[in-house]
């Protein structure tokens, strides 16, 4: 396939997009690409200080950047609420929607709302922000949603009996169910949106492997490892975003297109066309997924 070259995208000016979890790693890095190209960038984040500080480094780079901090909590289904009736005060168009943010083997945790900790940060905050931006999203023609995925996702399969872990949690087969459950969202909402006759489309990307504070809640020793290994195996953080942003911006990507890189094993490489999990791909599953979604968040997509 071609390759994607970030250089060659046109300016996108006047148009906004709404990046989660941008105030650092890679949501800052698609943050920042997409200020490059002239996007008006909302910084979804749910610490104010650290959007603001993410805003000031971009400003650094890109004096004109038209930016603007949002506080969302995706783990609390009342926040990412608060968030859109904020963001619609501001705003009447979405061009994109790159839902980034993601916490990783966290300690065992249940929600306000009843929900997995990881689950409830990576996809449901997700799954109802995208159903409370859509009809936005489809008013603003040539519109998109980023969903962020993982190479865990390969290992996991969605625990229909358990999904909240309340049999016996282990944080990485949580932190795994929730990325599959994020492109499985991603492939379904593209079906969805095809067959209701909607121009919105919805992508999914993996950014491989790279070093960032997602690794927070890992051990020392781990942390210590990873930093060594990281120049040798992984991306740098830069690099680990343009299958995001190829997702996002590619002209010739297609809805439900799935995108990450190339190179060995997938760890980095340059953003293109990847094969995702049997499971992933399972059309009863993603439907079920989507009607216990709907359910316990309480949204509703197609009204
Ligand atoms: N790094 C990798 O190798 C890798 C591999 C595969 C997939 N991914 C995915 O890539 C995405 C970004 O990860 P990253 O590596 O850039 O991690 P990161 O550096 O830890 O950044 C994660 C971002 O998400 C935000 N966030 C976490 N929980 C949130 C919540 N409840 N509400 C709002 N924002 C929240 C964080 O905010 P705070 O700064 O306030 O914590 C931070 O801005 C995640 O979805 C992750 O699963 C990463």
Same mark, same amino acid.
């Given at each position: 396939m071609e390759p994607f070259d970030l250089n060659s995208i046109p300016s996108k000016k006047g148009k906004l997009a709404i990046v989660t979890g941008a105030n650092t790693g890679l949501g800052y890095e698609t943050a920042l690409s997409l200020a490059k190209k002239d996007f008006?960038?909302?910084?979804?984040?749910?610490?104010?200080?650290?959007?603001?500080?993410?805003?000031?480094?971009?400003?650094?780079?890109?004096?004109?950047?038209? $930016?603007?901090c949002l506080e969302i909590d995706l783990s609390k289904q009342s926040t990412v609420r608060t968030f859109v009736k904020q963001f619609f005060l501001h705003y009447k168009q979405l061009d994109l929607l790159v839902n980034n943010a993601g916490i990783m083997m966290t300690p065992y945790e249940i929600t306000e709302d009843g929900f997995e900790g990881q689950l409830a940060a990576n996809y449901l905050g997700h799954f109802t922000l995208t159903a409370l931006l859509l009809e936005t999203l489809e008013k603003t023609q040539g519109s998109r949603v980023v969903m962020v995925s993982s190479l865990s996702h390969r290992r996991s399969h969605i625990r229909f009996d358990d999904l909240h872990?309340?049999?016996?949690?282990?944080? #990485?087969?949580?932190?795994?169910?929730?990325?599959?459950?994020?492109?499985? #969202?991603?492939?379904?909402?593209?079906k969805k949106l095809r067959s209701k006759g909607y121009q919105t489309k919805a992508l999914a990307a993996h950014p491989g492997v790279t070093l960032t504070e997602l690794i927070d809640h890992f051990s020392l020793f781990v942390k210590f490892l990873a930093r060594i290994i990281s120049p040798l195996l #992984?991306?740098?953080?830069?690099?680990?975003? $343009?299958?995001?942003?190829?997702?996002? $911006?590619?002209?010739?990507?297609?809805?439900?297109?799935?995108?990450?890189?190339?190179?060995?094993?997938?760890?980095?490489?340059?953003?293109e066309l990847v094969d995702s999990s049997a499971a992933s791909k399972d059309?009863?599953?993603?439907?079920?997924?989507?009607?216990?979604?709907?359910?316990?968040?309480?949204?509703q997509f197609f009204k």
């Open positions: 008006e960038v909302v910084l979804a984040c749910r610490n104010m200080i650290k959007a603001e500080k993410a805003k000031t480094s971009i400003k650094a780079v890109y004096p004109d950047a038209r $930016l603007k872990f309340k049999k016996g949690y282990k944080e #990485f087969a949580a932190y795994a169910q929730s990325k599959l459950a994020c492109l499985m #969202f991603a492939y379904q909402l593209d #992984f991306s740098s953080t830069e690099k680990a975003a $343009l299958p995001l942003l190829r997702a996002a $911006l590619d002209p010739k990507a297609k809805g439900g297109e799935y995108y990450g890189p190339n190179g060995f094993r997938e760890y980095q490489g340059a953003p059309s009863s599953a993603q439907e079920k997924l989507w009607e216990i979604s709907e359910d316990l968040t309480q949204v």
